[in-house]
């Protein structure tokens, strides 16, 4: 196996094995939020960005195991 062949995932937010998706407060108004659960940034926002043609720059980030 060549180095180039080696499969290199996309960075997603999405897919990132720290996010947690969740409700947030209704009274505050708000809807599905993103949470990172990494020790450096547990229980802040994720950093995103979570379209489907832009990676995260995040350099936490990890793959969400399958």
């Not at 290199?8 to 407060?25: D, E, I, N």
Request: glycine share 10%.
């Amino acid at each position: 196996m060549h180095l180039q062949d080696e499969y290199v995932p996309t960075r997603f937010a999405a897919k990132c094995a720290y996010l947690q998706m969740t409700m947030g407060s209704h009274r505050l108004g708000q809807g599905l939020i993103n949470i990172c659960r990494h020790i450096v940034r547990d229980g802040r926002e994720c950093v995103g960005p979570f379209l489907d043609d832009t990676e995260t720059t995040c350099g936490l980030w990890e793959p969400k195991p399958k």
